[in-house]
């Protein structure tokens, strides 16, 4: 990749983007227009990142250690992206997850989005336990920031209208740009769509926005990944392990592609490319958002 002329300090970096597989933070990668030269970083900041540019945003990318998974490290990992890169303001999750069957399709994304009372993302194991057998959820997360619900609306109508949707572009970009990638990363064969009640063709599927349930817990049962959502007033339309750990404090939005649909059949079939259209859609999204806008999108 082609490196700034000018050279940056880690002031000039507004924008977080973290993943928690290898696969996701390849596919990050491979998204930016530039990556730039790294950048010392200080005593006890142990995240390992990638910096680069998409447009005129300054982006930050940084993986969760190798093995460490859930809430609690992506914490870790946020606040010391934070730290180190004082004038973050607005922050991207993004990476793979598991849908919820009747409402979502594997290779579909789901954006985190208000719904009602949720702010677009629940930690569902976070609470405490009643008589009875019953859960009572405490605590509340925070909602995207403004500036990335503005975006979100474009990208929505975008995708609604079929009109100049980008995902398909910057999958193809990707895979003329790192041609190592495409058997990895591409769409893998239709007969791994078993199991959606409502099969799709193959292509770049549906951006779909709203509830993301989160939790300490990889979910590989069908029953309780219903549970979750039955308890959520069916609301839920995709599970994961990370987003509950940044709402508060990183001000983000999840992105998420799905590659399974957190049941027994579980695999890693889908997962490269679901974080690569997961990529693709927060590359989509940094384009509706004005650089100008970053600077005042949220204070620490």
């Not at 093995?67 to 606040?79: I, L």
């Not at 180190?84 to 999750?93: E, Q």
């Not at 009572?136 to 909602?143: C, D, H, T």
């Not at 599927?205 to 709203?210: K, L, N, R, S």
Request: proline fraction near 7%; aromatic fraction near 6%.
């Amino acid at each position: 990749m082609r490196h700034h002329l000018t050279k940056l300090t880690r002031n000039d970096y507004a924008v977080g983007w973290i993943c928690a597989l290898f696969e996701e933070q390849t596919a990050a990668t491979a998204m930016l227009d530039q990556e730039h030269p790294d950048l010392l970083k200080p005593p006890g900041d142990s995240n390992t990142y990638t910096l680069g540019s998409i447009g005129q945003h300054n982006i930050v990318i940084a993986c969760l250690p190798e093995g460490r998974m859930g809430t609690h490290a992506a914490t870790a990992c946020a606040m010391q992206m934070m730290s180190t890169f004082p004038s973050i303001k607005i922050g991207l999750m993004v990476g793979i997850g598991g849908g919820i069957p009747s409402k979502v399709k594997l290779g579909d994304v789901v954006i985190s989005m208000p719904v009602d009372q949720y702010p677009g993302v629940v930690q569902w194991d976070f609470g405490k336990a009643k008589g009875g057998g019953e859960f009572r959820r405490i605590g509340a997360l925070n909602s995207p920031p403004t500036v990335l619900l503005t975006a979100l609306g474009k990208l929505r109508i975008r995708n609604r209208l079929k009109r100049n949707s980008l995902l398909p572009q910057y999958l193809a970009e990707m895979g003329k740009r790192w041609p190592a990638l495409v058997p990895e990363y591409s769409e893998p064969p239709s007969s791994g769509l078993v199991g959606s009640q409502d099969p799709r063709q193959r292509g770049v599927g549906d951006v779909h926005c709203g509830l993301i349930a989160s939790g300490n817990q990889v979910i590989k049962d069908a029953e309780l990944r219903d549970s979750i959502d039955e308890n959520l007033g069916g609301k839920v339309l995709c599970v994961e392990m990370e987003a509950a750990g940044l709402t508060n404090d990183f001000p983000c939005i999840v992105i998420r592609g799905i590659c399974d649909y957190a049941d027994e059949r579980k695999n890693d079939e889908w997962q490269p490319y679901a974080a690569a259209v997961a990529a693709a859609c927060a590359r989509a999204l940094l384009e509706y958002v004005p650089p100008s806008h970053v600077s005042t999108a949220y204070a620490r």
